[in-house]
């Protein structure tokens, strides 16, 4: 008989990567999934297709390929179910579309990623709906925020670029109490290191672009729901035509399969490079939540099971000097590319702007730069490092 371990409840995550999303024995024993490329589907005969059951019907609803992906994620994430969008910022946008009508209220903390910002303030506020930034720090104030068509608190912990943490299960059960529904980008955990929908959040919203995928070559978003809102949320994404590609899809499945050890591996080699960097001449402060030195870490500690590879750093500066110095780091460095995205193999690095934020503002005491810290030898990626500080502080 042939094993069901692609769906049995999995001792850990990391056999849950291994094992979920396909059953080999319903292919033949292949280990991996087939990539179906699809639009049309066929049924056997005219009456299937207005009132028989027929699992597949058309490409843009899923095929056994994406949902190999969606299973995968619906495990890891405890949910009801994943939907696949064609990018992280549309695995943010298209949920927001999915709950939100006009006159409705939307709570955004202000250290939200900066491209859904900017879908809020240009497409959400057009079609009606008030928008407003909250302090990532508000804690539980945040109750004096809530607006009798308050519908949706959106979070992202930590923060976008300053890493702020937010307590999530008590955001959660305000926003519930006062009948609001809560969404939480969970991009930089991944569902490894924080499984948002056991904290309370009704909607977690996920890059797969960056860990998922590992490589720097996809561009993938997941939006995986509770009870509550999944069939809504399928609803939404049935008419919108929204679907992920199906060669897309299956690299991102195979991705996950070593997302666990990669992320390890991030993990370290960050934790080891934000503790050294704290040290260096030229490092005001480093705001990576892992450090006992930064203002969320023991929140941090308390509900995340780990760290990624991705943080930054205030460099020491007088008024004036920022840009100067913040561009002569970057143009010093070898091995750290410039570029925005992060979660790949190849570590990055790129200059931050604060300047849409309303509440929270950018640091006084220098210029930030974001560090992604991918899978080469530490060693190497200090020795790099080093050359820009040293660019820096000679700047
Ligand atoms: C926190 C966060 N969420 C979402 C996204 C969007 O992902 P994508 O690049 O796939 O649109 C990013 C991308 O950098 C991100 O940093």
Known sequence: MARKNHEAPQSGDNTTLAHCGHDPHSFHGFVNPPVVHASTVLFPDAKTTVEGFQKYTYGTHGTPTTDAATAAFTML????????????????????????????????????????????????????????????????????????????????????????????????????????????????????????????????LGAATKYPSGHSDILMGTASANERCYEQLLDHYTWTGMCAAPDDSYQILRGLRTMGVRLAQHQKSALAIASWLEGQPGVSRVLHPGLPSFPGHDLWKRDFKGASGLFSIVLSAKEGDFRKRQHAFLDALELFGIGYSWGGYESLAVPVNLSGRTVSKAPSDGPLIRLQIGLEDVEDLMADLEKGLAAARAA
């Open 77 to 204: 994430e405890n949910a009801a179910g994943t939907l696949l969008y064609p990018s992280g910022l549309a695995s943010i946008t298209m949920p927001w579309l999915a709950f939100l009508r006009p006159g409705d209220h939307l709570l955004i903390v202000d250290s939200v990623y900066d491209p859904a910002r900017r879908f809020a303030d240009k497409v959400l506020s057009a079609m009606g709906i008030e928008v407003e930034y909250y302090d990532p720090a508000i804690g539980a104030e945040i109750e004096t925020r809530f607006k009798p068509n308050t519908r949706l608190l959106h979070t992202e912990s930590p923060g976008s670029n300053t890493f702020e943490i937010q307590d999530i299960r008590m955001l959660s059960d305000i926003a519930h109490a006062r009948g609001a529904l809560v969404s939480m980008d969970n991009t930089w955990a991944t569902p490894l290191y924080f499984k948002p929908l056991d904290f309370g959040v009704d909607l977690s």
